[in-house]
């Protein structure tokens, strides 16, 4: 399982996760993310989000 | 053949200008993850003149939207209006980008879209552009892949964005009979947007992109969240017509460059450190990159150290401004709410009614040179939000000579 979930519907595809995330592990589709292997869990993806589309998956 | 001279990642304003300013005559291609050029938009459009003028020298240019003379800075409960005319303006981004991509259409570059390019790889005489479609070679690479700035951490360079400098955007397309086309409203008052601010780009019609960055480390609340209740005080009744979500990064990266390889735009993180404007650094980067690019394949040499001559362009044109005005955004995001509202309220004072040229502030600074550096900084700030250049480089010569 995902480390991060995303909510697709509030996720507006700017980009912002992608620029904080120290390893890239994040690619941005043209309609989707994709989370890649190497997260080291530092959580910057969930604070900078304008919408608070990405979540801890718990 | 799936072989380039150069593969330009990213069909935005740095991308697409950086294409279009190599010299005609080699293989270029230029990939774009979207449908169409332009869209969908994630951007509050605004531009200089001065920015007009330096790179279209046409007439009857179609992307321009609307044109403005007043600019209103709100803080609290205080306000100052200042006019400024002919020096800004907002532009349709969507036309401006296939503006600029029909000028490369014209220079045979082609353009592929609907391709996303997920890795990048450095071999012995070029670099691999791996797509979810196919690969390609290319003898150099221009990145513009945007905010992500994705294929340049791919291609070994460090392009992580931290988040003290990173803006986290919402924005409105309203429509609203308050709404004055003649004027751009900003409101950096703390308990909104902190570290950033709240803006209302006139479009016309009673439209505009009304929206906020609040910078990533000090956010407590979402701007989704914010930006909803800001409208609901004081746009009540306006009519959103679209809502789009953002990030803007500033503070450039230390490399913008590396072997084979050329970051421009948004993507090398040169956006403005207080407006988070990103097209006139686009634009620039993207001449720089184009330019060097031609001498590269001219003398067929894809050193490292020729790679570096678009490092030191960049950095003589614009990097003193961009130097002084990170220091003043680190030097407001330290400040206390009290020092805040000082700032603010010298600032908006001195600023109140006037009408502003450059020489206005050529003869101001130069009586106030002795005085404490906040003034300059006031200047600094306000030349900023005008997006005058030109005016900036006065004032910071002045002041820090």
Known sequence: ?58 | MNKYDVIVIGGGPAGLYAAGAITEGYKILVIEKDEKIGEPVLCAEGISNNTLKNFFKEDNLPFIRNRFSRMTVKYKDKKATIEIPDMELLVDRSLFDKYLADAAKKKNIEILLNTLVYDAELKDNCVLVKTDKQDYEAKMVIVADGVESYIGHKLGLETTCQLNDMYSCYQYHIQDDSINDDEIVFDFSPEFAPGGYVWAFPRGDKQANFGMGINAEMMKNRPVEILKSYKEKYYPNAKILREMSGCVSVNPISRIYGERTLIVGDAARYADPITGGGIDNALRTGGFAGQVASIILQEDNFSLKKMSMYHELVEKDNWYSIKRQLQLKKMMSEMSEEELDKFFASSLGLFDGKKVFSSDFYSTIYSLKSTIKTTGLLYNFLGSLMKDKYLLKIIMRLLWQ
């Open chain 1, 1 to 58: 399982m995902d480390y991060i979930k995303v909510d697709k519907e509030k996720c507006g595809l700017c980009g912002g996760c992608v620029a904080v995330c120290p390893k890239k592990v994040i690619l941005m589709h043209k309609e989707h993310l994709e989370f890649t292997d190497g997260c080291i869990k530092c959580d910057r993806c969930i604070k900078v989000c304008p919408v608070g589309a990405l979540n801890k998956n718990e």
